[in-house]
Antibody, heavy 117, light 113 residues
Framework: EVELVESGGDLVQPGGSLRLSCTASGFSFSTYWMSWVRQAPGKGLEWVANINQDGSQRSYVDSVKGRFTISRDNAHNLLYLQMNSLRAEDTAVYYC??????????WGQGTLVTVSS | DVVMTQSPLSLPVTLGQPASISCRSSQSLVHSDGNIYLNWFQQRPGQSPRRLIYRVSNRDSGVPDRFSGSGSGTDFTLKISRVEAEDVGVYYCMQGTHWPPFTFGPGTKVDIK
């Protein structure tokens, strides 16, 4: 059974940093693109970043370029999102999602990031 | 970026009655490979999103057959043939043809009258 479990969400001050993790199981992690998608409180879904199977290709939504970095550790089935220079508008539940064929077929339960002083 | 719009944004429905959600894209979602990467997701209250339909009309495993997707080009529709209580939630369309970025519609909230 495919399972994605996010962790690392916390309350952080504006300008601060946080690293999110996503632990994958139940599938061959190294053969899939992976993405991070976020949802601000009471709002819709916003794709944040994705990464290909070996980490050689990464893309970001414009609002996080230069601040966020997606990475992966295929040996340990881990996906990461390093978030720097955090802003209030980054407050959201962050989901990791398996990402085959221009799609998101499995999602984790999400981890909440709150940026506030 | 491709802008996705949905209508209605709120959809009160009667149990057992049909429901229909429209999704439109700001440009054609036909990819150069001939596929249309338009997907539908359901988010029940307090839960993570769940994919229902991929590439316009393909239902995911375990999705009841009362859900169906159709459309082409820039106009797409998700239909529920007979709404059940467990269908309450927010429904999002999402395009994967032109990325980055992948873009979602604003969501349609379905609840029971």
């Amino acid at each position: 059974e495919v399972e994605l479990v996010e962790s690392g969400g916390d309350l952080v001050q504006p300008g601060g940093s946080l690293r999110l993790s996503c632990t994958a199981s139940g599938f061959s992690f190294s053969t899939y693109w992976m993405s991070w998608v976020r949802q601000a409180p009471g709002k819709g879904l916003e794709w944040v970043a994705n990464i290909n199977q070996d980490g050689s290709q990464r893309s970001y939504v414009d609002s996080v370029k230069g601040r966020f970095t997606i990475s992966r550790d295929n040996a340990h089935n881990l996906l990461y999102l390093q978030m720097n220079s955090l802003r209030a508008e980054d407050t959201a539940v962050y989901y990791c999602a398996r990402h085959p064929d221009r799609n998101f077929d499995y999602w984790g339960q999400g981890t909440l990031v709150t940026v506030s002083s | 970026d491709v802008v996705m719009t949905q209508s209605p944004l709120s959809l009160p429905v009667t149990l057992g009655q049909p429901a229909s959600i429209s999704c439109r894209s700001s440009q054609s979602l036909v990819h150069s490979d001939g596929n249309i990467y338009l997907n539908w997701f359901q988010q029940r209250p307090g839960q993570s999103p769940r994919r229902l339909i991929y590439r316009v009309s393909n239902r995911d495993s375990g999705v009841p057959d009362r859900f169906s997707g159709s459309g082409s080009g820039t106009d797409f529709t998700l239909k529920i043939s007979r709404v059940e209580a467990e269908d309450v939630g927010v429904y999002y369309c999402m395009q994967g043809t032109h990325w980055p970025p992948f873009t979602f519609g604003p969501g349609t909230k379905v609840d029971i009258k």
